[in-house]
């Protein structure tokens, strides 16, 4: 069975603090997405990952991708209230189906 | 800009009422998809669409039909709404070659919010 799993699912964290939110998932896939959810609203495109060792930073944000171990992680440094978000990574099937499997999501908190 | 649109944002329909939630892009996208989002969880893919190539979920309920008439357009018809089916339906699209890079990154509507009563 194909599995996208995230964790934590929750993160509550301190402005100014640094913490990493894990991506495993169960299938081969050389591209991975994340993107962020704010209540209430669709979701929003943060990070192409398109081959093994690929990093994108933008901001306080930075995501990486393993595909050896399956693996994407989004590292979050000196964190701040605006982040706080539902954060989802999805895996591309890659097998020319067009279709993703999203990770469970990480609701974050960030707390001033 | 380019973009994806859904409309309503909002909808409200009864118990067993047919409704039909649309989106449209100017992306010129070939792919279109339709999820369902239920409160904290990730979203459901229920069908997408390869051009006019129609692919179903296996566990997409059959209440659930889409339509897509042209590049642009496609529709999500739910034929009779039950208390379950209250969620956002959010549509995306998506084109696998993008600026010269094998890239199926997606792209999201706003979504519409389906409250059934």
């Known amino acids: 069975e194909l599995k996208v799993e995230q964790n934590p699912l929750f993160l509550s964290m301190q402005e100014g603090k640094n913490y990493t939110i894990y991506c495993n998932y169960s299938?081969?896939?050389?591209?991975l997405y994340w993107y962020r959810q704010d209540p209430g609203k669709s979701l929003e495109s943060l990070f192409v990952?398109?081959?093994?060792?690929a990093v994108k930073q933008e901001g306080r944000l930075m995501a990486s991708l393993d595909t050896k171990a399956r693996l994407s992680t989004l590292h979050i440094t000196a964190a701040v209230h605006d982040l706080s978000a539902t954060y989802f990574c999805?895996?591309?099937?890659?097998?020319?189906?067009?279709?993703?499997?999203f990770g469970t999501g990480t609701r974050l908190k960030v707390l001033a | 800009d380019a973009m994806v649109i859904q409309n309503p944002r909002y909808q409200v329909t009864q118990f067993g009422k047919p409704v039909t939630l649309s989106c449209s892009q100017t992306?010129?996208?070939?792919?279109m998809y339709w999820y369902q989002q239920k409160s904290s969880q990730a979203p459901k893919l229920l069908f997408h669409?390869?051009?006019?190539?129609?692919?179903n979920e296996a566990d997409t309920p059959d209440n659930f039909q889409s339509r897509r008439p042209n590049t642009s357009f496609c529709f999500l018809d739910i034929r009779s709404p039950g208390l379950g089916d209250a969620a956002m339906y959010l549509c995306?699209?998506?084109?696998?070659?993008?600026?010269?890079?094998?890239?199926?990154?997606?792209?999201f509507g706003p979504g519409t919010r389906l409250t059934v009563l």
């Open positions: 995306a699209t998506s084109s696998l070659f993008i600026a010269g890079t094998t890239n199926n990154e997606q792209f």
């Open positions: 299938t081969t896939s050389d591209r």
């Open positions: 990952l398109l081959s093994n060792g």
């Open positions: 999805a895996v591309d099937l890659s097998s020319g189906t067009y279709k993703y499997i």
């Open positions: 992306l010129n996208h070939n792919v």
């Open positions: 669409y390869y051009d006019k190539d129609f692919n």
